[in-house]
């Protein structure tokens, strides 16, 4: 395998960065000339966390494998990887090879012997729940530069989570993975690379590209640079047509050939449904959509005593309590605020940290609420599926559990179909409307002010390494924020009825 760390060009390349030009030449191009890049997010963090320990469960579930270390540097690495090839006796974990200036790590390498003697498999770990479209790129990558270091491929596949597992037997991770096996859908690819390649380097080698923003942005990735390149962009419409619900995008798309690009620009005969109506008049006025009446006729079955509920979830790549799945969100946390018919507001919460199962304290909390009068959510299908899986999961609560599901309304359609502020910009999340109502109580005072920062609060806390006193810091974030939920949907529901 000829693959001297000397031949490889500069700026180096890798799966990663070919995947970054797939998706805009010019993301690729500031990853490389080290632009400002915007603070990765919440999610991103954890996906990053998820896929470490994913890629560690994989290889712990391969008997005999070796790792192969970048440390001391990537020369000996590769060297390494060719004397393991040519020995080809064990699996191999980050296999390393390059090609034309394409570094790539294989996450595992196993042999295959045969009389016509040895090929390799490769299995690239994911802590997806199937194999995506943008996988098949960076596989065919990885086959393009091993095949072209002399190492014959027997197949190709994304070994991915199975979000079927049930975890029934503590640490027992035994069928977990499934194998999307891939060597059809690369080998066409792979042959594009050598061209592929001339052109990245050509791109890199000069100015910056001018690549408009777009859809792209954010699939299949949110990229870093979005505000570097909207800085450089003649200012957008105003009120953009994508902005609409739902079908915004495609009449963005439709409309741009007509050259209309604002909301309050869309001829009368758009042929928009009622809620894009009441958006453009609210978008072309400045008023405020507001139908009281409307409200109160809807909510008027909503009895006393009503119990305001938010739940805060967690789920884990890797299932950690018998019972859970992969990704199956299992609460921690909840708020309450039970309301009675004279206003009178009750604050009720339960937050476990103790890193252990949280579902029987929880349920157990919950199971306390009262058994009657309606249970309000905003976009309440969730904390239905909350209430139920905890039903079955805590048999002694099942029947106080069900009825709180089964008691559940959702205050997110009533909004929806009875108010607009052009403020909201189409959305009806609760952080998008609460802001124009009530302004005192968005969430920007808080430390922990979304769901993406209360999952990463509740991994941090519950790390045995987490000192008492963070713990008890996150946990007051944790109250506040999930206290705002359930508060700022009584306050909307006040301001919207007109009580």
């Avoid at 605020?337 to 507001?345: F, R």
């Avoid at 179909?417 to 302004?439: C, E, M, N, W």
């Amino acid at each position: 395998m000829a693959q001297a760390l000397s031949h490889l060009r500069r700026p180096g390349l890798s799966k990663s960065r070919i995947s970054a030009f797939e998706q805009c030449p010019r993301r690729l191009w500031q990853q490389v000339h080290a632009r400002e890049r915007s603070d990765v997010d919440a999610s991103t963090q954890m996906s990053f966390a998820a896929g470490h320990a994913v890629g560690d469960l994989a290889c712990s579930q391969i008997a005999d494998g070796i790792m192969v270390e970048a440390e001391p540097d990537l020369q000996a690495a590769l060297t390494r990887t060719a004397e393991l090839v040519a020995i080809a006796d064990r699996p191999i974990f980050e296999a390393t090879f390059e090609h034309e200036g394409v570094l790539v790590r294989v996450d595992i390498l196993v042999p295959e012997r045969s009389a016509a003697g040895v090929a390799w498999h490769i299995y690239e770990v994911k802590s997806s729940g199937s194999a995506k479209s943008y996988h098949i790129g960076d596989l065919a990558t990885q086959y393009w530069v091993i095949a072209n270091c002399g190492v014959t491929i027997a197949s190709a596949s994304i070994r991915h989570i199975d979000t079927s597992f049930v975890l029934a037997t503590p640490d027992d991770y035994n069928g977990i993975f499934s194998d999307a096996p891939l060597m059809d859908q690369i080998s066409g690819i792979a042959a594009t690379r050598d061209a592929m390649i001339e052109d990245i380097q050509e791109m890199l080698a000069g100015e910056e590209p001018v690549c408009t923003t777009g859809t792209h942005c954010s699939s299949p990735f949110a990229c870093e640079f979005s505000s570097h390149c909207s800085s450089l962009e003649p200012a957008g419409p105003e009120w953009p047509i994508g902005e609409l619900p739902n079908t915004g995008a495609r009449l963005a798309e439709k409309w741009s050939a007509e050259s209309v690009f604002e909301i309050a620009d869309l001829p009368e005969d758009a042929g928009l449904n009622p809620l894009h109506t009441r958006i453009k008049h609210a978008v072309r006025t400045g008023e405020v959509y507001l139908d009281s009446d409307g409200v109160r006729q809807a909510t008027a079955g909503w009895a006393f005593p009503r119990i305001w509920l938010d739940f805060e979830t967690i789920g884990f790549a890797i299932p950690r309590w018998v019972g859970t799945s992969p990704y199956g969100q299992v609460p921690f946390q909840f708020s309450a605020h039970v309301e009675q018919a004279d206003g009178e507001l009750i604050h009720v919460e339960a937050l476990d940290l103790s890193g252990r199962d949280p579902r029987e304290p929880i349920a157990s909390a919950l199971a306390k609420l009262p058994r009657e009068g309606a249970v309000i959510a905003w976009n309440a299908g969730f904390e239905r599926r909350c209430l139920r899986m905890l039903a079955e999961a805590v048999p002694c609560h099942r029947e106080a559990l069900f009825s709180l599901a089964e008691r559940t309304v959702d205050l997110l359609p009533v909004a929806k179909a009875h108010y607009y502020h052009r403020d909201q910009r189409g959305s009806f999340s609760i952080k998008a409307v609460l802001p124009t109502l009530l302004p005192d109580l968005a969430y920007g005072d808080l430390a922990i002010a979304d769901g993406g920062d209360a999952q990463l609060a509740y991994v941090e806390a519950t790390d045995p390494g987490c000192s008492g006193e963070r713990r008890a810091e996150l946990a007051a974030g944790l109250v506040a924020y999930c206290e705002r939920d359930t508060l700022a949907m009584v306050e909307i529901y006040r301001e919207l009825s007109g009580r």
